[in-house]
């Protein structure tokens, strides 16, 4: 069994990956980023939001989603979606305690061929405003977290 993770795919913004990354190490997440980046891992908007705790985070780069599928091997039922459009609120699923939280680039979320035959692993955050379709990756990653970790702990 592998370790919780939170997994973002093709991530754009360095602030998020920071800020997430900060998250998985307040929640002993594993933190899995599956490339290309929108940035130098090394660029210093990671740090600044990671703060002093970056070189804390469990950090696993793949080269893509299938290097990412095949060398890490998360059972396909500890694989979590989130897409504004998933049919299941995240209130609203059991998660697997290795639960793998994954979440696509900010801008386009994740790819056809990425959730591919995954339809019932595609969960959503609720938003209760209709003005609004998403939090900030980072944001959504740190609830779907702390709700992951709920039903698990």
Same mark, same amino acid.
């Given at each position: 069994m592998t370790r919780p993770? +939170?997994? /973002?795919?093709?991530?754009? +913004?360095? &602030?998020?990956?920071?800020?997430?990354?900060?998250?998985?190490?307040a929640l002993d997440l594993d933190l899995c980023l599956v490339k290309p980046y929108g940035f130098q891992i090394t660029d210093r908007n990671v740090?600044? *939001?990671?703060?002093?705790?970056?070189?804390?985070v469990r950090l696993h780069e793949y080269d893509s989603w299938d290097d990412f599928l095949i060398r890490r091997a998360p059972d396909p039922d500890s694989l979590y979606l989130f897409e504004e459009f998933g049919a299941r609120s995240f209130y609203h699923v059991a998660f697997a305690p290795d639960f793998h939280l994954v979440f696509g680039q900010e801008t386009v979320g994740l790819s056809q061929?990425? /959730? =591919?035959?995954? &339809?019932?692993?595609?969960?959503?955050l609720p938003m209760r405003?209709?003005? +609004?379709?998403? /939090?900030n990756?980072?944001?959504? *990653?740190?609830?779907? =977290?702390?709700?992951?970790?709920?039903?698990? /702990?």
């Open positions: 993770a +939170i997994v /973002l795919v093709r991530p754009e +913004i360095a &602030g998020n990956t920071g800020s997430v990354g900060r998250t998985c190490v740090r600044r *939001a990671g703060l002093d705790y970056w070189k804390h061929a990425e /959730l =591919a035959g995954r &339809g019932d692993r595609v969960v959503k405003s209709p003005h +609004i379709r998403s /939090l990756l980072a944001n959504a *990653a740190t609830a779907a =977290a702390y709700q992951a970790l709920r039903g698990v /702990l």
